[in-house]
């Protein structure tokens, strides 16, 4: 528009300079009033659009100040609303902190309260187990037949304990307590001596001891916990106990015997050897030494037998012969010996009264000479004695000896591994000993006690013939 109105004012000006002819003139103001009316035109639109400008101008800046003011509410709510969320999330870290703190606190007393549960549930399985264990070995269990299926599974890790598990254990350990102090009489069924079962009456005293009556046998049980029964031991208790066992039964007596080891004395009675059985483990050597044994046996009872009946009581012999070579009685003095001539004293006394007649050392000679004959047969089989006490602990060594030789050996081939392959070495070794040693004891202490008494003797011929040759001289 702006370049339009300078084209015009440029050609009006044009045509103001140049001489124009007439119809130029006409046309020029034709063109002229044409400029003009765009003019006008061009200034009214120019007006209008200027007016327009204005009005958008004072549109927009209404639009503007409206959304000034709209942006700045705005921004004030969002300040507002900053605020409020910087004031929130300050308020959520706080509960953030504080909820962590909670978290740690929380953490922390379930980590202790979980190690107590653990701990907890740890001794509750072991309490488990060791009462699985009482209730298993108990010989009552074979009785009773208690279900020890959840205490398995609780020891056993497979079944986490609750409360009402908790009370069944502890009620368990009740009955155990209470149990074990009880004696009952009942009906059960025992795998008897032969090996069948049988249902036979059977005595518990408490978890200690278990006695059957059976067909008129009475006997200890043991308790079998693997197949969960009790059986008759192989060997039946010594006749003192079964007659206490009897009566106690029958009501007669308080008193029982009672295995406080629960079955473990009652199962070394059962393996307990008897004396022969021992001495048949000690080998070869065994028979020599009862062979000793035996020889010395009938030669002390020889001796003592011997020595019985060769006593006599010399002192009332003495006083009789006394009385009698006083009144020079001399065949009367030899009636009164010659029915003890079986006796040494007697003889003695015999052979000097035989003398009478000569001297002192003469009669002395005689008596001498009888007792030095009566010697032999009381001294006879004493040296014996003494030498079979001496060779009866050679014996006894000899089989030690070789009994060591035998657990080397055995040693030497099959090692250390095995204690019941050395057993046999070393049970020949310790019954042999035993055996010299039991042998030897008791011979040399008849050799000793018989040799005594054979002294006695001799010292008493002894006496007796000095008595008699004073005698006999002091009445000459």
């Known amino acids: 528009m702006r370049r339009g109105l300078l084209i015009l004012i440029a050609v009006l000006a044009v045509s103001a300079v140049l001489p124009a002819p007439r119809g130029l003139a006409e046309e020029m103001r034709a063109l002229q009033r044409q400029v003009l009316e765009q003019r006008r035109q061009l200034e009214e639109q120019a007006a209008a659009d200027r ?21 700045t509410k705005a921004m004030e709510d969002l300040q507002q609303q900053l605020q409020q969320l910087q ?27 979980d190690s107590m549960v653990r701990e907890a549930v740890g001794v509750i399985r072991l309490n488990a187990k060791d009462v699985t264990a009482l209730v298993r070995d108990n010989l009552q269990s074979g009785v009773a037949h208690p279900d020890l299926s959840l205490l398995e599974q609780i020891a056993g890790q497979t079944h986490f ?20 102090g009880e004696v009952a009489l009942t009906q059960a069924g025992i795998v008897d001596r032969s090996g069948h079962e049988a249902q036979v009456q059977v005595l518990t005293l408490g978890p200690f001891t278990a006695i059957y009556q059976h067909d008129g046998e009475v006997g200890f049980l043991n308790y079998s916990a693997a197949g969960s029964h009790l059986y008759a031991l192989s060997r039946l208790p010594n006749s003192r106990q079964q007659r206490q066992i009897r009566d106690y039964l029958q009501g007669e007596s308080v008193a029982v015997p009672v295995d406080v080891a629960r079955g473990a004395a009652l199962q070394q009675l059962t393996h307990r050897l008897s004396l022969w059985q021992q001495i048949q483990r000690g080998g070869l050597l065994v028979w020599p030494i009862l062979a000793i044994l035996v020889v010395g046996i009938v030669l002390s009872g020889e001796r003592v037998l011997f020595l019985v009946r060769k006593r006599c009581n010399g002192d009332i012999l003495i006083r009789q012969l006394e ?92 090692g250390t591994g095995d204690p019941r392959m050395m057993s046999g070495g070393i049970s020949v070794a310790l019954v042999t000993t035993m055996l010299g040693l039991s042998v030897a004891i008791p011979i040399m202490l008849a050799h000793t006690l018989l040799g005594r008494a054979v002294d006695n003797s001799i ?18």
Do not use: Y
């Open 323 to 414: 009385d009698l070579v006083a009144q020079r009685d001399w065949p009367a003095c030899k009636d009164l010996c010659t029915p003890l001539l079986n006796k040494p004293v007697a003889r003695v006394l015999q052979a000097g009264l035989n003398s009478h007649t000569a001297s002192r050392e003469d009669m002395e000679d005689v008596l001498q000479e009888a007792i030095l004959k009566e010697i032999p047969p009381l001294e006879r089989f004493l040296a014996t004695l003494g030498m079979l006490a001496a060779i009866a602990p050679l014996l006894g060594l000899l089989g030690t000896v070789t009994g060591m030789i035998d657990t080397f050996q055995i040693m030497t081939q099959f």
């Open 459 to 476: 010292a008493q011929l002894e006496e007796k013939a000095v008595a008699l040759v004073n005698i006999v001289q002091k009445n000459r």
């Open 87 to 113: 004031q929130r999330t300050r308020t959520l870290d706080k509960q953030n902190r504080d909820l962590a703190e909670q978290e740690q606190r929380l953490s922390s007393q379930l980590a202790t309260a």
């Open 161 to 180: 304990p609750g409360m009402t598990d908790i009370r069944q254990l502890v009620e368990l350990i009740f009955t155990q307590l209470s149990s074990s």
């Open 51 to 71: 007016q327009a400008a204005q009005l958008e101008e004072q549109q927009s800046r209404e639009q503007i100040s409206g959304d000034r003011a709209t942006l």
